[in-house]
């Protein structure tokens, strides 16, 4: 395995201790993190978007003593290369480059974690082939969401000049819509926000970001085709961690995936929004590997907290304005 993934400046050491290794594709080269015990059992760690493994530190370090833990940064996002070609950043062509990593590694008798946007990528590889035995949801799903009003409208704004503006120009992603959707917003420092800022300072970097963003709702037949296969997921092992202040995934979508199997253990977090690995990392581990090994004293310390700002409410309600806007010039006779 190479290691000439060069860790940048902005990477705070301490919170992000791990050896960046290589992954070669013929897009461009992912990153991804090798942790932990390399005879045991092994743990994939999929995320989402706007954020990369930095999101997984502190569930990993929980992990590492007992697992193997592989955690990879899309093409695209972290340290991963930035290519800007959209074409290539759709969710399954992420999915195939994560694929193509497992192959490489020769992962076997996976326990398959996924959050967000990681559920369309990262839940192929559960329902096609035997190399996953568990897996954990967060806050994610895996049918078509094109009919829902709130994603029409999202695509609506997301795929005019607003939304290039938005995403190319303003970097709303990490900027705004991240701390938006913490159920504790507080919790993201300046510091730790800095992280998921960073990999997409350059305008150039953000392609993967605004890929993604109209593939919510414009990737619904490749989320259709995963959930008409969705029978192996029935036959294994499956938990649920749920962040019940997510604004986005709400707990309709949860209620979806328990009626749909109904063997799911499912941990709920009153307090936590979308991203219970960064606002709730003991609970997240415990569901992994059983509350026995994650300890108390194996547990994050108390962390710094941030005055909450309303800037990033004020921006979404701004594009709001913008986007009614832009309909009534475009109706008016």
Do not use: C
């Amino acid at each position: 395995m190479q290691h000439d993934i060069v860790v940048p400046s902005w990477v705070d050491r301490g919170l992000y201790p791990f050896t960046p290794r290589t992954f070669t594709t013929r897009e461009g080269r992912m990153a991804y993190l090798d942790e932990g015990r390399r005879d045991a059992p092994v743990v994939l760690l999929v995320h989402g978007t706007p954020t990369w493994s930095f999101e997984h530190r502190e569930v990993i370090r929980l992990l590492a003593p007992h697992r193997r833990v592989i955690a990879p940064d899309h093409l695209g996002f972290g340290l991963s290369d930035k290519p800007e070609d959209a074409a290539i950043l759709t969710p399954a062509a992420h999915a195939r480059r994560l694929r193509a990593l497992v192959e490489h590694l020769d992962l076997r008798d996976v326990t398959l974690v996924v959050h967000d946007f990681g559920g369309p990528i990262g839940l192929p590889l559960a329902l096609e082939g035997d190399r996953v035995a568990r897996v954990v949801l967060m806050n994610t799903w895996m049918w078509s969401i094109a009919d829902d009003p709130g994603v029409a409208r999202i695509r609506s704004l997301i795929e005019g000049p607003i939304g290039r503006f938005l995403y190319f120009t303003l970097n709303v992603s990490p900027r705004t819509l991240l701390p938006s959707v913490l159920g504790d917003r507080s919790l993201l420092t300046p510091h730790l926000h800095a992280h998921y800022l960073a990999p997409f300072a350059e305008r150039s970097a953000r392609t993967s970001l605004y890929a993604l963003a109209r593939a919510l709702g414009g990737a619904g037949d490749y989320y259709g085709s995963l959930w008409e296969t969705r029978s192996p997921l029935a036959d294994k092992p499956l938990s649920i961690v749920w962040g019940m202040k997510d604004p986005a995934f709400q707990a309709s979508h949860l209620a979806r995936w328990t009626e749909t199997f109904p063997h799911a253990s499912v941990t709920r977090l009153p307090e936590v929004g979308h991203f219970p690995a960064e606002e709730e990392p003991a609970s997240v581990a415990a569901a992994i590997i059983g509350p026995a090994l994650v300890t108390e004293r194996a547990r994050a310390p108390r962390r710094e907290r941030a005055p909450v700002s309303i800037a990033p409410r004020l921006v979404l309600a701004a594009a709001g304005l913008g986007l009614a806007a832009a309909a009534v010039w475009t109706l008016w006779p």
